[in-house]
């Protein structure tokens, strides 16, 4: 069990009247082992599924916090069973001038009082529209304050002995007085219809003037739990009315034992601020205006004149904006409802919900089996999801356009390594999961044999690219799919449809991303590169043909090679366990170095794929894009179903004026063409011109020795050697280019098949 | 270079003060699939498994951790011959994935673990709720964990995919009690 109590010391409105009681309680919990005492604690908050959110002050109550140590503590909590026993909050009245400095609640004046020993003022008057004012009279002269007069809203009051004290029924305040403080109140007579009539006014002098204008139940946590309120008349108030499951509400949250409270009133000359919300500066006449204006709603009042929005939520004053909006109405208070009880109940700081993940700690780092190697190569790193991927690796002097263009060469002329571990990797077992395979991507499965690999696409339900990627088939029932790094959303895609569309299929998922260390070995060296390892793997064309896979071990280390390409040369991919992924990075350099192997980065995976013509998940397939948008039309099988087939059938997707994958060259065959940049038939864009489309991943390619783009245009393939503007406006620059077939590099694929 | 033959951690090369945070090395990790098991599996591996969710059982120096209905994780070193228990798993209707090296495991005795643990994750670890043998899966500082409850009592293991093995060995150490 878990007590919280927002106050340093545990007893709420009890301290100060009932301490042995308290005493007593706190000593039987503190004994008890399974009990947690949480002082200066708020529950803050009621969530789904029984969760409390509580900020505990552990720091802010000291002079110097302990060094490192929190202001603030968050507490998740999951209860069975709550007890709230959050009491009542006060109201103000609600009269002109109420925010001058010595015009207090009642109840704050007693916590004054009674918690820290202040005696607000010397000589008080109470005004109030309930019992619970009387009460406090004898508490208030103990602490050496003379208690002038009672005003009372009330036409009958019960007669009490109170020595002294004015009792002044069927009054209210109309009006306070006082330069640096209070010295004094206008109060008048109320008619019988509960009206201040004017004629009435007298004065009295004084320095603190006390109010109460009845209680309100804190039903914040109950609400947010689901709870509903209804208005009780006895106390002019709302209170819980239902059951909350695993809540239990006592005491004055609960709308008992506050005591019975007159309606409120509503006082002439809204010309001079009567506050409603002190905090916020919201009056009597902001409520009037707005229902002039034509608001009726609470929710919509609240929002236009800011009631009830500042950092206490409204404690104080919702009610009573309630009621004026009533009264502006002519409505009665029951039927006003009441606006959303939000969390937090008080003011919780960002580090107290942040907690521990600051710093180095705000957001997951991944590391590759290699990630060490690049470090120690000098690699420029750049964010790839969680991981941070080698962009590329300078050599001393070197500008990032000569790395790049290095590495590029390196591929396309000789051999270079990079890491592509990063890329997801999911085990699937099972007999059905040919069957499996065959429904989720857009091409045939089921004739894929073991040894092989073979590419594919799958959609999203609505017809759009999802991911893209290789399985290659281990055994019977055994493959491995290889994923973009966007591999969370695949893996929840696939889970989704094995758990929810085909639960019969015998398929079983495993993420094994992390169970690799995976090298790509690539350029037209590459074989002869890895036949000088010491391996029992056949790299011959007719042992491993292009798409084919084979185990073995390499250095002794077990190793999965897979001849598959991304950048268009003759490629291979080497799988070995993570835990052996460093040593196998050293070693393909150290054996590469006869071969002035090279690692390479993504800039450079980026100009070679662009070079191919290869899209990827983003910058190409951006989530509105299809397969025969991005030129893989061919692809979709008429065999078969798949998800997203269906979609495919939606008029709005058919083929004519879609977005199209081209590549695209500067006219003058220099310039570089912007990034991003929106494409038009037009160099000047003096009117509103339809767009032809945007430029998706632009780079220069050391190959051809120059600039070249790919970009989405309409229709794009009916537009090969079309001339379009690709425009700027950020960077004012307007280039000519020319469209081009997307594949600038060895179209037939001749290289890769070497 | 190091040995190619050696199995390098994560954590290679990373300061481990104190003891308190200990990582378990030369583990045999399966992911388990048998949802479809044919009667007599458990007597066949050695090991009875869970069938209650979140829990584990142990027997012949394996622990079998429910993951998922019909999915279990195995755990054993990876010194023993695990060659005849496979052989059981593929012949009685089951599928094994290999994740020995896709885990890093923590290992830290039971009581700081649970303060260490409940300034980030939201399991309820207390012992009268996370008994003996229990293990769920949860996360700590965004990254999915999965939490053991084993021995005598005497020690709370943590496993985290191997990529963000060094990161989480951060943070523990970072809200570990000072020394």
Known sequence: ?????????????????????????????????????????????????????????????????????????????????????????????????????????????????????????????????????????????????EVAAIIDHRHMTVQRGLPGVEILPNHAVIDTFGAQGLNGVSIAQLDVHGDAAPSSRQRIAFDLLCVSGGFTPSVHLYSQGGGKL??????????????????????????DFIPDTAPPIALPGARRKQFIDLQNDVTAGDVELATREGYRSVEHVKRYITLGMGTDQGKTSNLNGIAALATALAKPLSNMGVTT?????????????????????????????????????????????????????????????????????????????????TLGRIDLHGPDVAEFLNHIYINGFKTLAIGMCRYGVMLRDDGMILDDGTVARMTENHYIMTTTTNAGSVIAHLEHYLQVIWPDFRVQLTSITDQWAVAAVAGPRSREMLQSLDSNIEFANQALPFMAWRGGHIGGIPA??????FSGELAYEIAVQAGHGHALWEMLLATGEEFDTIPYGTEAL????????????????????????????????????????????????????????????????????????????????????????????????????????????????????????????????????????????????????? | MPDPLTRQSALAGVPQPGDLIQ????????????????????????????????????????????????????????????????????????????????????????????????????????????????CAQSILVGVGILVHYLG????????????????IHAWLQDAAPPS
């Not at chain 1, 207090?104 to 918690?115: E, F, I, N, P, Q």
């Not at chain 1, 590549?663 to 003058?668: F, I, Q, S």
């Not at chain 2, 020690?155 to 093995?165: K, L």
């Open chain 1, 341 to 421: 009880y939000r969390a937090p109940y008080t003011p919780v700081t960002i580090g107290a919900l942040a907690g521990r993940e600051v710093g180095a700690f705000l957001a997951p780092a991944r590391r590759t089996p290699m990630q060490e190697c690049h470090e120690q190569a000098g690699a420029v790193f750049v964010p790839a999801g969680l991981w941070q991927r080698p962009h590329y690796y300078p050599r001393p002097g070197e500008a990032m356009a000569d790395a790049v263009n290095r590495e590029v060469l390196a591929v396309r002329g000789n051999v270079a390594i990079v890491d592509v571990s």
């Open chain 2, 23 to 134: 990582e378990r090395t030369g583990l045999w990790i399966q992911r388990l699939y048998a949802p479809d098991r044919r009667p007599g599996f458990g007597h066949k591996i050695g090991l009875d498994l869970p069938e209650q969710a979140n829990r584990s059982t142990f027997a012949n120096d394996l622990h079998g951790l429910w993951v998922a209905p019909g999915e279990w994780l195995l755990v054993g070193a990876e010194t023993t011959d695990w060659h005849d228990l496979m052989t059981h798993v593929a012949e009685n209707g089951g599928a094994l994935s290999e994740l020995s090296h896709a885990r890093t495991v923590f290992r830290i005795a039971a009581v700081p673990a649970r303060d260490i643990l409940a300034k980030d994750c939201p399991l309820d670890l207390r012992p009268s709720t996370f008994t003996l043998g229990h």
């Open chain 1, 1 to 145: 069990m878990c007590l919280a109590d927002e106050g340093a010391r545990l007893g709420g409105s009890a301290l100060g009247v009932g301490d042995e009681i308290i005493a007593e309680t706190i000593a039987t919990l503190e004994s008890l082992d399974n009990v947690t005492l949480l002082r200066r604690t708020t529950v803050f908050g009621k969530y789904d599924d029984h969760l409390y959110g509580l900020v505990d002050r552990t720091g802010d109550h000291l002079a110097s916090p302990p060094k490192g140590g929190p202001r603030q503590v968050l507490w998740q909590m999951r209860t069975r069973r709550a007890v709230l026993a959050s009491g009542a909050i006060e109201r103000p009245l609600v009269f002109a001038n109420n925010d001058r400095p010595g015009v207090m609640l009642t109840s704050a004046v007693l916590r004054y009082l009674r918690a820290y020993g202040v005696r607000p003022g010397k000589r008080a008057v109470i005004v109030c529209d309930n019992d619970s004012a009387y009460e406090a009279v004898g508490i208030l002269t103990t602490g050496g304050i």
């Open chain 2, 152 to 167: 005598d009592g005497t020690h709370i293991d943590i496993y985290v995919a191997r990529s963000y093995g060094r990161f």
């Open chain 1, 560 to 565: 999965q090679v897979f001849r598959i390409s």
């Open chain 1, 606 to 754: 980026t100009t070679l794929r662009t070079e191919k013509g290869h899209f990827v998940m983003g910058p190409e397939a951006d989530g509105r894009v299809t397969a025969d948008d991005i030129g893989l039309g061919a692809m979709l099988s008429a065999k078969k179903n798949f998800v997203g087939r269906r979609s495919l059938r939606l008029p709005g997707l058919a083929p004519q004026g879609r977005l199209n994958l081209v590549g695209l060259v500067p006219v003058d065959g220099t310039s570089p063409i912007p990034p991003g940049a929106i494409l038009l038939d037009q160099a000047v864009a003096d009117t509103a011109p339809d767009k032809a489309g945007h430029v998706t991943t632009s780079v220069f390619s050391p190959n051809l020795d120059k600039p070249i783009a790919l970009a989405m245009v309409h229709d794009g393939r009916q537009r090969l050697g079309q001339v379009l503007w690709a425009h700027s406006p950020l960077d004012h620059r307007i280039v000519a280019v020319e469209v081009t077939n997307p594949v600038f590099v060895d179209p037939q694929g001749d290289r890769l098949r070497a």
């Open chain 1, 230 to 255: 209804a208005f009780r008349e006895n106390i002019q108030s709302l209170a819980p009315k239902s059951e909350v499951p695993g809540m239990a509400v006592a005491g004055a949250a609960n709308g």
